[in-house]
């Protein structure tokens, strides 16, 4: 073996290390995210009780202060108190908008799928109610989470009927 053949085994053996490294460093961070992934929805999953909280608190400051509003001649004193209402119902979106921005960030979507098909493997059906387009969502009762097409929560969702359903 002259020094030019040398030379060409030592290049070829080091560019073989190089991508034996590159495989198991792709490997060991491919494992890093696997094992995350069931811990950041441990974590989000903690987060979301909040977030249903947050939506209760916005929807409950809204009929608040659309009752100020029009206080259905009884107690026409308490008017001054409506720009507080909207106020307090604007704060409360504008924290649940920033928590479901920072879920957003993380790769987390929610799912509020009112008007759409019935899905078993996304839905969970907590009541009917007929009348509605029948096997579609007639309203949400908590949003669903989704990272990816992989699902965190499912939506909680009334489901319309065709018809009423009978009494056994």
């Known amino acids: 073996m002259d020094g030019e053949e040398v030379k060409e085994a030592l290049d070829a053996l080091r560019e073989e290390v190089r991508r ?13 995210e696997a094992a995350r992934v069931p ?3 441990a974590w989000v999953s903690g987060l979301l009780p909040v977030l249903d909280a947050l939506e209760r ?8 202060s659309a009752d ?14 409506e720009p ?13 908008e920033s928590l479901e921005g920072a879920l957003a960030g993380r790769g987390y979507r929610l ?11 996304r ?26 097409d992989r699902v965190v929560r499912e939506a909680e969702v009334v489901v319309g009927t065709s018809r009423e359903l009978e009494a056994p």
């Not at 608190?57 to 608040?64: N, S």
């Not at 100020?68 to 108190?81: F, V």
């Not at 507080?84 to 649940?96: D, K, N």
């Not at 009541?127 to 949003?143: K, L, M």
């Open 123 to 148: 839905h969970r059906a907590v009541d009917t109610r007929p009348g509605g387009q029948a096997g579609r969502v007639v309203s949400v009762v908590r949003a669903g989470v989704l990272r990816g």
């Open 111 to 121: 799912e509020r799928p009112r008007g759409e098909p019935f899905d078993a493997t």
């Open 39 to 41: 811990a950041d929805d």
């Open 57 to 64: 608190c916005e929807v409950q400051a809204g009929e608040l």
């Open 84 to 96: 507080r209402a909207a106020v307090l119902a604007e704060g409360v979106r504008i924290v649940r």
């Open 20 to 32: 034996g490294a590159r495989a198991a460093l792709a490997a060991k961070l491919a494992a890093e």
């Open 68 to 81: 100020l509003a029009h206080p259905r001649g009884r107690w026409p004193w308490r008017r001054p108190a």
